[in-house]
């Protein structure tokens, strides 16, 4: 099965607290591509980050950092001293590559409000 | 470059009309996507297509609902006749799928509305 989950349906922080947003998947294929995706309130989907299953390495971006760990089938997402521009729906997705090319399977999002 | 292009941005129909939503994929991507995100059920995959070809088409709802892509740079989602419960927002999503680039952009999608 392939199964992506974002157990934390909202969380809210105030302005400059670091906040991490979790995700755990599950599929059987050795070889597949993990994304985050974020919705702000305009409602459009921004593509922020691709990691795929042979590299472990952590990525940072400015404010955002993700850790992917095989052993534990996680992908979080963290954001260093929020902004209130960091408010969104963030969805965190699994593209299998074993499986029919190109289906990506999305979890149920986290809503982040970050409070001035 | 351009990105994805939906047209129309928002929609307001009455219950039993046609509906055609349009989208325009990021030029020399190869796959395409039509999404429906809604509160209940989150993004739902409705079909997606590979050099203009429907691949995966599970996903759609029912005979009522129906996708083509004519060319590579063109595709429609038509709904036919429409109900309240397909209100929902409209995504269409282009990738490349060479190597590793097999990123989904996004376009910023058709809000319907059927009343």
């Known amino acids: 099965a392939q199964k992506v989950t974002q157990a934390q349906t909202e969380i809210s922080v105030v302005e400059k607290e670091d906040v991490t947003l979790d995700c755990v998947y599950e599929?059987?294929?050795?070889?597949?591509?993990l994304f985050w995706y974020k919705q702000p309130p305009s409602g459009e989907l921004v593509f922020l980050i691709r990691?795929?299953?042979?590299?472990?390495q952590n990525e940072i971006s400015g404010r955002y950092s993700w850790n992917f760990q095989k052993s534990t089938s996680s992908f979080n997402f963290t954001i260093t001293a929020s902004q209130v521009v960091d408010s969104a729906v963030y969805f965190c997705?699994?593209?299998?590559?074993?499986?029919?090319?190109?289906?990506?399977?999305f979890g149920r999002g986290t809503q982040l409000t970050v409070w001035p | 470059d351009a990105g994805v292009i939906q047209s129309p941005r928002h929609e307001v129909t009455e219950m039993g009309q046609e509906v055609t939503l349009r989208c325009k994929p990021i030029s020399g991507h190869d796959y395409l996507f039509w999404y429906r995100q809604t509160m209940m059920r989150g993004l739902e995959l409705l079909i997606y297509?590979?050099?203009?070809?429907?691949?995966?088409d599970s996903g759609m709802p029912e005979d009522r609902f129906s996708a083509k892509m004519p060319n590579a740079s063109f595709s429609t989602l038509k709904i036919q006749p429409s109900e309240p419960r397909d209100s929902a927002v409209y995504f269409c999503a282009s990738s490349l799928a060479q190597g590793f680039q097999e990123t989904q952009y996004f376009g910023p999608g058709t809000r319907l509305l059927v009343l």
């Open positions: 997705a699994l593209l299998p590559r074993g499986s029919t090319l190109g289906r990506l399977y």
């Open positions: 297509f590979n050099n203009n070809v429907p691949i995966d």
């Open positions: 599929t059987r294929d050795t070889t597949y591509y």
């Open positions: 990691r795929n299953s042979f590299d472990e």
